[in-house]
């Protein structure tokens, strides 16, 4: 099983709101991985959770903050975002080491008025 | 500069045509090529690792290669259903971020 699974599908919020998304694997996937993708570019990397420690923050607003609650489960909560921020959020996971393929969940298609 | 580059952008075929995509690469250790499948609306796709040049993998119509400057994914007599774009990524050294090349997005037509 290489499953990956994120909700909620599609999320509309304000700008004042907060919400979260969530992810999760059950492959023993010790790495995490959280992205941001526009139309027509590739995946942008936001963080990385290895061991469930955060290991890498891509420089990205404090308006996104992540949390691995343990070793399966990845949210990422969202508070006051703008306009910009609308994207689809993906989820990856891979093995622990570096150098595996990692595993991408459908995403979550996010829209903020 | 670590840097993917895909070749073409947008390749359009008539079912059954085969044809190959490219993705060359400046890196400094190599620590695996990655093939990923994306269609609209949808997470990437997992296809193949490739860790050494010289080395090959094969899945239904598809066949991806790597030497030690570029991959091909080469489509075998296509079907419409292979429509998508094909993104292509490197990791190197310890590094887990992958670097993304911008895609392929192939067109099969009936």
């Known amino acids: 099983d290489t499953e990956v699974t994120q909700t909620p599908k599609h999320l509309v919020m304000g700008m004042t709101n907060k919400k979260s998304l969530k992810c999760e694997q059950h492959m023993g996937h010790r790495a995490m991985y959280w992205y941001k993708q526009k139309a027509k570019k590739p995946p942008e990397l936001m963080f990385v959770y290895s061991y469930e420690k955060l290991s890498i923050n891509e420089s990205v607003p404090s308006r996104f903050s992540p949390e691995c609650p343990n070793s399966s489960l990845l949210n990422l909560h969202l508070h006051a975002l703008q306009p910009e921020d609308s994207a689809l959020y993906l989820c990856a996971s891979s093995q622990g080491r570096v150098g595996y393929e990692q595993y991408f969940g459908p995403g979550t298609r996010l829209t903020v008025t | 500069e670590d840097q993917v580059t895909q070749s073409p952008e947008a390749l359009r075929l008539q079912e059954g045509e085969s044809s190959s995509l490219n993705c060359s690469y400046t890196v400094s250790g190599l620590r695996g090529l990655f093939w990923y499948r994306q269609d609209p609306g949808k997470g990437p796709e997992f296809l193949f690792t490739?860790?050494?040049?010289?080395e090959e993998k094969e899945k239904e119509r598809l066949k991806a290669t790597l030497t030690k400057k570029e991959s091909f994914l080469h489509i075998t007599a296509p079907k419409p259903e292979d429509s998508a774009t094909y993104l292509c990524a490197v990791q190197a050294g310890n590094n887990r971020k992958l670097i993304w090349g911008l895609g392929t997005s192939l067109a099969v037509n009936p």
């Open positions: 490739l860790y050494s040049a010289g």
